[in-house]
């Protein structure tokens, strides 16, 4: 998703693309699906594909602080590093939307900014939840949100 940031087609125009990819599907087959110049649909993937490690750890641990029990809904491997970033982002939405008792998930313009600041100050890692000590308990850990 934060790979995606500046590109002229919409997420879900993109996802649309890195869905085929993940099952294997080339540029010039999704580009021809999508409707979209081939030179772009490869950008995505290549794009895609150079974050696809970091996506996946990002999006997994969003999904497990998600869920109510994790070992349920982890995606197994799929194969490649594309479709494990895929299965990972993926598995977050249903997540997400099970979560909010299935209604749709909204994220307001604020948590994206907060989101891509913290993307542009210490890329993937710095969206990972990080352990902080509560200052009212001394043996017990919290995990909070980073705060920008």
Same mark, same amino acid.
């Given at each position: 998703m934060l790979s995606l940031v500046r590109r002229a087609d919409a997420a879900e125009v993109v996802g649309a693309g890195l869905e085929p990819a993940a099952v294997g599907w080339g540029s010039r087959r999704i580009a021809e699906r999508l409707g979209r110049p %081939? +030179?772009? %649909? /490869?950008g995505w993937l290549r794009c895609w594909s150079r974050r696809a490690g /970091?996506?996946?750890? %990002?999006?997994?641990?969003? #999904? &497990?602080a998600l869920a109510d029990d994790p070992s349920q809904v982890l995606p197994a491997p799929a194969g490649s590093a594309v479709a494990d970033a895929v299965c990972a982002v993926i598995g977050f939405?249903?997540?997400a939307r099970v979560r909010s008792g299935g209604?749709? %998930?909204?994220?307001t313009r $604020? +948590? &994206?900014? /907060? !989101? #891509?600041? #913290?993307? /542009?100050? $210490?890329g993937?890692?710095? #969206?990972?939840r990080r352990p902080v000590r509560s200052p009212r308990a001394r043996r017990r850990?919290?995990?909070? !949100?980073p705060r920008p």
């Amino acid at each position: 998703m934060l790979s995606l940031v500046r590109r002229a087609d919409a997420a879900e125009v993109v996802g649309a693309g890195l869905e085929p990819a993940a099952v294997g599907w080339g540029s010039r087959r999704i580009a021809e699906r999508l409707g979209r110049p %081939v +030179t772009t %649909v /490869r950008g995505w993937l290549r794009c895609w594909s150079r974050r696809a490690g /970091r996506a996946t750890a %990002v999006f997994t641990a969003w #999904l &497990v602080a998600l869920a109510d029990d994790p070992s349920q809904v982890l995606p197994a491997p799929a194969g490649s590093a594309v479709a494990d970033a895929v299965c990972a982002v993926i598995g977050f939405a249903f997540a997400a939307r099970v979560r909010s008792g299935g209604k749709p %998930v909204k994220i307001t313009r $604020g +948590t &994206v900014d /907060r !989101w #891509l600041r #913290l993307w /542009r100050e $210490g890329g993937f890692d710095a #969206l990972l939840r990080r352990p902080v000590r509560s200052p009212r308990a001394r043996r017990r850990r919290f995990w909070t !949100w980073p705060r920008p």
